[in-house]
């Protein structure tokens, strides 16, 4: 392993080849946070009488969670197996095959037949469909991260990561619009009977597009130079016969769990503000669900813009301070955001989720990939990534579970579920301290093997 040398001095793509690369991330982002909102979404608000109809309405909401998060279980797999071949074969190629996993598998969503169809068939399909559809979205964002950064020069590598990033705040506001306009546009008879559908066999269109770019992009410069060493090395090295993953935890134990710390006020927060915020003001307020659907579609429309803002400053500030910073109000915010959804104000509603949202995962997701490839080396880089960003999601993934648990336990008061929230921002504020303490700034540059 070098000091990272060439890393710092590698140019990377410039011109139409780093457009190509990063609209091809761009767009498997996109359908990424899109096929992830549009099933929390509906979680929220139709799997329970549509998939769980024979149970009380918490018990059915609490149990559409649970097929919501029961997706989070199976990306830990997913981003060990692609993080695999996206370290041996290439960012490429890992990256088409899990286009076509999550779009396929979303897309079936929307023609499955429901509970009065086909019994007790239709939530077990679900659940396989939602299964399918987190082993592939296991391997994407690691591949998708780095096909950008990896392909940037390093001065402009917050930025540029920042931008697929983008795509999650596009996709929160997709989905929600979506669903908003087919509320709409619907009576609750044609939505529930077959408008719920539509959002998800919009997917098909997202895939084809996202298939099309992902084909004309190139291989990523770093990986190429990480390729081209590992053919230079001794056939009866460890290294090269040692499993990406083995490598990983020989070579960066401490950066990973640092790493998977960190990444927990994200995911949290996220589903918290959105997932869970929506039905929280839908269902134990009795608001109107265009409410909390139109105020994430303001934050999330906000978010495009101020997504790629923090990036930029990242490069001048570092992608530590600004982390250390999105924990931080995601910590002290919790308390105030329930407490602004209480006042059953509409515009102070908007407000707590404009604010909620923009100010505090979206400050962490938009420098997060490139503070995590930091702190990687080049062979494993993809597991790395994958493996943290993952494994933490298990508990993202099962925080409007959790959220609807305390909820119950705090006698309807979300007072639980607040303190949840900042306890664990406080643990990854701790966490983002011990990265790169040496030079907050202008960070190392990233590790290469």
């Known amino acids: 392993m070098n000091d990272g040398t060439q890393a710092a001095l590698a ?40 998939f769980f109809p024979q149970s009380d309405p918490l018990v059915g909401t609490i149990a559409s969670f649970a097929t919501f998060g029961v997706g989070f279980l199976a990306r830990p797999l997913g981003g060990i197996v692609f993080g695999h071949y996206g370290d041996r074969v290439g960012r490429k190629v890992t990256l088409i095959w899990t286009l076509i996993i999550v779009g396929t598998s979303t897309f079936l969503v929307g023609v499955l037949p429901t509970y009065e169809t086909a019994g007790v068939w239709a939530p077990i399909a679900l659940v396989i469909l939602r299964l399918i ?19 940037a020069p390093e001065a402009r590598r917050g930025f540029l990561g920042s931008l697929p990033q983008t795509a999650a705040s596009v996709g929160i506001m997709l989905a929600t619009g979506i669903f908003a306009l087919c509320s709409w546009l619907l009576t609750p008879e044609q939505f529930m009977n077959w408008g719920w559908r539509i959002p998800f066999l919009l997917s098909a269109l997202m895939l084809m597009v996202g298939m099309y770019i992902r084909l004309h992009t190139e291989e990523t410069p770093d990986f190429q130079r990480a390729r081209e060493t590992r053919k230079n090395t001794p056939a009866d090295s460890p290294e090269k016969s040692s499993l990406p993953i083995i490598e990983l935890f020989r070579r960066h134990p401490r950066n990973i769990l640092l790493a998977l710390g960190a990444r927990l006020a994200e995911t949290v927060s996220s589903n918290t503000i959105n997932t869970f915020g929506i039905v929280y003001i839908s269902t134990q307020l009795a608001m109107d669900r265009q409410i909390p659907l139109t105020g994430m579609l303001i934050a999330s429309t906000i978010g495009i813009v101020s997504c790629p803002i923090i990036g930029w400053l990242s490069d001048r500030w570092g992608q530590r301070r600004l982390y250390m910073a999105g924990a931080a109000f995601s910590m002290l915010f919790a308390f105030p955001f329930f407490q602004l959804l209480e006042t059953r104000e509409i515009w102070i509603i908007w407000l707590a989720m404009i604010l909620g949202y923009n100010f505090g995962p979206t400050m962490m997701f938009a420098v997060q990939p490139t503070l995590f490839t930091r702190m990687f080396g080049t062979r494993v880089r993809y597991t790395g990534l994958s493996f943290a960003y993952q494994f933490s999601a298990i508990l993202g993934g099962m925080t409007p579970l959790i959220a609807s648990s305390l909820l119950i336990l705090g006698g309807g008061k979300p007072w639980y579920v607040a303190a949840y929230l900042a306890v664990i921002s406080a643990i990854s504020f701790f966490c983002v301290r011990l990265i790169n303490r040496d030079d907050p700034v202008r960070q190392r540059p990233p590790v290469t093997d």
């Open 11 to 50: 140019p990377g793509l410039s011109g139409k080849s780093m457009r190509k690369v990063v609209a091809g991330s761009f767009a498997g982002a996109l359908l990424e946070w899109y096929d992830f909102f549009i099933f929390g979404t509906a979680a929220g608000l139709i799997f329970a009488p549509l």
């Open 133 to 151: 559809q987190g082993f592939g979205l296991g391997g994407e964002y690691g591949g998708a991260a780095l096909m950008t950064i990896e392909s």
